[in-house]
């Protein structure tokens, strides 16, 4: 068990990639359908097909609840509805088409860390020129942009526990067929 942990944590280090840096010196836009906005405390919970966009970072989710430090750093928590995802997209530094995405029933996005943490059905793929070059799923995932490391549990509580979930890995070849033909 242990030599099977150890593969999947090996193999997820090409999960991981650089998020596009410029994107958090932009702007945070966030639409919404409803809204409850503290200024003073630094919160705003915001309900109804609610899009934050900030560069090439996209938060989708029917719920979210942004807090806001003095220093402008964000924590984003989205909460899908029941039966539905919340989901985020953001480009990858290194290339013209590179794409990270995630999806699960709630996200939590830390913006001076730049920590993306997938609760209940998670998964996260990395895209290519629009094609998935690898694939995590799992009851938990944790993405660490800044280290470039991904972390998969088989209990949304964030451990691993007997008898949890498990998790599933997809790795695309990195080479062309003989021939060059695809």
Do not use: C, H
Not at 26 to 38: H, M, P, Q, R, W
């Amino acid at each position: 068990m242990n030599k099977l942990l150890a593969a999947v944590f090996l193999s997820l280090l090409s999960l991981t990639a650089s998020a596009e840096r410029a994107d958090s010196l932009k702007e945070a836009v966030i639409t919404f359908d409803s809204g409850d906005l503290d200024q003073v405390a630094g919160v705003r919970t915001v309900s109804g097909n609610v899009i934050l966009s900030r560069g090439t970072l996209e938060l989708r989710s029917d719920r979210a609840v942004i807090r806001e430090t003095p220093e402008g750093y964000m924590t984003v928590t989205l909460t899908a509805a029941p039966g539905k995802i919340a989901t985020f997209r953001q480009k990858r530094d290194g290339g013209p088409n590179l794409w990270i995405e995630g999806q699960a029933e709630r996200i939590e996005y830390e913006d001076r860390t730049e920590l993306v943490r997938l609760y209940s059905n998670a998964m996260v793929k990395e895209l290519e020129d629009g094609r998935m070059t690898n694939q995590i799923t799992g009851p938990f995932i944790s993405y660490d942009n800044r280290k470039e490391v991904a972390t998969v549990r088989n209990d949304t509580s964030g451990q691993t526990k007997p008898g949890g979930g498990r998790g599933t890995l997809i790795l695309s070849p990195k080479r062309a067929p003989a021939g060059g033909a695809q």
